[in-house]
């Protein structure tokens, strides 16, 4: 089993940054991607940005260009480096983390970290 624990949520204002955490432990040698999902109320949960293991990433379109996806694997952590924040970036963001060799639906879930974007 794999454990998340997000950090780094909080307000901003807009036009700002925001770095959010997320800690792996527990069966990390079975992860083969991690990555970051939304959630706003009264929508759904959508993909934000993903990284492969092997290296590789994804964003969704709205975030390009402004939003960074990484990796530090000598602590297990993965980040997502915000900028530009909008009004729209508003939501709960989930670290959610793929593993034995499944791209499908992610397997692992944290907590989830409030992030408002003030206008």
């Known amino acids: 089993q794999v454990q998340l624990v997000e950090s780094g949520g909080g307000l901003v204002q807009a036009g700002g940054s925001l770095r959010l955490s997320c800690a792996a432990s527990?069966?990390?040698?079975?992860?083969?991607?991690m990555g970051w999902y939304r959630q706003a109320p009264g929508k759904q949960r959508e993909l934000v940005a993903s990284?492969?293991?092997?290296?590789?990433?994804n964003y969704t379109d709205s975030v390009k260009g402004r939003f960074t996806i990484s990796r530090y694997n000598a602590k297990n952590t993965v980040f997502l480096q915000m900028k530009s924040l909008r009004p729209e970036d508003t939501a709960v963001y989930y670290c959610?983390?793929?593993?034995?060799?499944?791209?499908?639906?992610?397997?692992?879930w944290g907590q989830g970290t409030q992030v408002t974007v003030s206008s």
């Open positions: 990284l492969r293991t092997g290296g590789g990433s």
């Open positions: 527990g069966s990390i040698i079975s992860i083969n991607a």
């Open positions: 959610a983390a793929w593993s034995g060799g499944d791209y499908g639906p992610p397997r692992h």
